[in-house]
């Protein structure tokens, strides 16, 4: 969620111009044609914020998601009950997470820190994931004014470690917003928990490189997709501006295919609405579609039912 960091704004005004480019500016020899299909098989949300500051209720997310094709959703819960509740209701397209306010991932009152609390809470089945946790978050300001301070708790913070080995108890996967620069904090938590698998939400905004160097190394370790596209993470897309995916991007996804997730990452009113999601669902398809297609049915579900199937197991 709330990806821009002021770095990113700057290049967002660059890709802008270069995406509008695209259409007309480049030649056709200049422009390596994406000859695969799009990706036309289902896809699961494993990045959605179910706020009810928002007012966007889950029979929303659902009505956007049947308009294009997406099965279901992991419900980040603010409060943490509404994922609850919504998944009590679509038992069968929710997975209820649990969720902290932006600046509150480590206050006193954080299911996070509250590990007895947080304990009784995963028992009972009341949230299957924790996160999105936010950790190290850029600041920033998207169109319309919305707008957010830095955060800085890092991923190795001694009161989360426990918080991760608890998930890792029930099997839970947990959701950590993190920027790469800060990888190394990342690798610290993923080394303290090693049965806990941990999703590193928007890849941590950073290159393939940085990934790779962590996903060979911890196999706890996945990654969503999300806030990486033209409209949400312009600075960090993973296409070219004719679509076709960063050479970088396309042999890391190869290598790695039951590593990553699909994320829609939808928090701000614009983002709500049938047009934003259609173009977000369409750019994941046409990445996708540039996969071998098993691979891409890894990324745009099989892994996120792995990690966090809808139905819990009779
Ligand atoms: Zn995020």
Redesign the pocket.
């Given at each position: 969620?709330?990806?821009l960091c002021l770095a990113l704004l700057f290049v967002l005004s660059i890709g802008g111009l270069g995406h509008r480019a695209s259409g007309g500016v480049l030649n056709a020899s200049a422009r390596p044609s994406v000859q695969r299909a799009p990706y036309a098989g289902p896809i699961v949300d494993t990045?959605a914020h179910l706020e009810a500051e928002s007012g966007v209720t889950i029979d929303t997310f659902l009505a956007l998601y049947d308009q294009v094709g997406v099965k279901g959703g992991w419900m980040m819960g603010l409060p943490w009950m509404l994922a609850t509740d919504a998944w009590e209701r679509y038992p069968d397209r929710v997975v209820p997470f649990l969720a902290e306010e932006y600046t509150e991932t480590v206050a006193p009152q954080s299911v996070y820190v509250n590990h007895a609390a947080l304990d009784d809470l995963l028992a009972g089945g009341y949230g299957r994931g924790l996160g999105?946790m936010?950790l190290r978050?850029s600041p920033f300001r998207l169109a319309g004014g919305y707008s957010a301070g830095a955060t800085h708790v890092p991923a190795d913070h001694p009161s989360l470690l426990p918080a991760y080995a608890l998930a890792g108890k029930y099997g839970l996967p947990v959701v950590v917003?993190q920027e790469a620069a800060f990888a190394d904090e990342l690798e610290r938590a993923l080394r303290s928990a090693p049965d806990t698998q941990f999703v590193w939400?928007?890849v941590g905004h950073g290159p393939a490189g940085t990934a790779r160097s962590l996903l060979a190394r911890y196999p706890n370790l996945h990654a969503d997709l999300?806030?990486r596209t033209p409209w949400l993470g312009p600075g960090t897309v993973l296409t070219r501006l004719d679509g076709t995916l960063q050479p970088e991007w396309a042999a890391l996804l190869s290598e790695f295919p039951d590593r990553f997730t699909i994320g829609l990452?939808m928090f701000a009113p614009q983002h709500y609405r049938p047009d934003h999601v259609r173009n977000t669902v369409q750019y994941y398809r046409g990445l996708l579609g540039q996969l071998d297609p098993t691979a891409a049915e890894a990324i745009a579900y099989r892994n996120a039912e792995r990690l966090a199937p809808f139905r819990l197991p009779e």
């Amino acid at each position: 969620m709330r990806v821009l960091c002021l770095a990113l704004l700057f290049v967002l005004s660059i890709g802008g111009l270069g995406h509008r480019a695209s259409g007309g500016v480049l030649n056709a020899s200049a422009r390596p044609s994406v000859q695969r299909a799009p990706y036309a098989g289902p896809i699961v949300d494993t990045h959605a914020h179910l706020e009810a500051e928002s007012g966007v209720t889950i029979d929303t997310f659902l009505a956007l998601y049947d308009q294009v094709g997406v099965k279901g959703g992991w419900m980040m819960g603010l409060p943490w009950m509404l994922a609850t509740d919504a998944w009590e209701r679509y038992p069968d397209r929710v997975v209820p997470f649990l969720a902290e306010e932006y600046t509150e991932t480590v206050a006193p009152q954080s299911v996070y820190v509250n590990h007895a609390a947080l304990d009784d809470l995963l028992a009972g089945g009341y949230g299957r994931g924790l996160g999105e946790m936010i950790l190290r978050h850029s600041p920033f300001r998207l169109a319309g004014g919305y707008s957010a301070g830095a955060t800085h708790v890092p991923a190795d913070h001694p009161s989360l470690l426990p918080a991760y080995a608890l998930a890792g108890k029930y099997g839970l996967p947990v959701v950590v917003h993190q920027e790469a620069a800060f990888a190394d904090e990342l690798e610290r938590a993923l080394r303290s928990a090693p049965d806990t698998q941990f999703v590193w939400a928007h890849v941590g905004h950073g290159p393939a490189g940085t990934a790779r160097s962590l996903l060979a190394r911890y196999p706890n370790l996945h990654a969503d997709l999300s806030a990486r596209t033209p409209w949400l993470g312009p600075g960090t897309v993973l296409t070219r501006l004719d679509g076709t995916l960063q050479p970088e991007w396309a042999a890391l996804l190869s290598e790695f295919p039951d590593r990553f997730t699909i994320g829609l990452d939808m928090f701000a009113p614009q983002h709500y609405r049938p047009d934003h999601v259609r173009n977000t669902v369409q750019y994941y398809r046409g990445l996708l579609g540039q996969l071998d297609p098993t691979a891409a049915e890894a990324i745009a579900y099989r892994n996120a039912e792995r990690l966090a199937p809808f139905r819990l197991p009779e």
